[in-house]
């Protein structure tokens, strides 16, 4: 099992943007699937974005375009990097590696 800790949440205006962090508690191979979801009030966790067993990245489509998802294996951490930023995007992001899950980081898009 490993412990995930997400960061770089917070309040922006629309059009803006944020990097969202997930730092891993111990060493993270890049052939283990790395993800990062979100959950709106009232509505279920969706996945955002994706980097499959083989390398593969995928992304919802609403965020296509905007959002980008990378590793640093060297530091144990992946990110989201997400432009453009819309208040549909408003919602608490989590990080997934396997089968484990990071706490929550607050996004939150608004004027």
């Known amino acids: 099992q490993v412990q995930l800790v997400e960061s770089g949440g917070g309040l922006v205006q629309p059009g803006g943007s944020l990097r969202l962090s997930c730092a891993a508690s111990?060493?993270?191979?890049?052939?283990?699937?790395m993800g990062w979801y979100r959950q709106a009030p009232g509505k279920e966790r969706e996945l955002v974005a994706i980097i499959g067993r083989d390398g593969n990245i995928d992304y919802a489509d609403s965020v296509k375009g905007r959002f980008a998802i990378s590793t640093d294996i060297a530091k144990n951490t992946f990110y989201l990097q997400m432009n453009s930023l819309k208040p549909e995007d408003t919602a608490v992001y989590y990080c997934?590696?396997?089968?484990?899950w990071g706490q929550g980081t607050q996004v939150t898009v608004s004027s």
């Open positions: 997934k590696y396997n089968l484990d």
């Open positions: 111990r060493s993270i191979f890049s052939i283990n699937v």
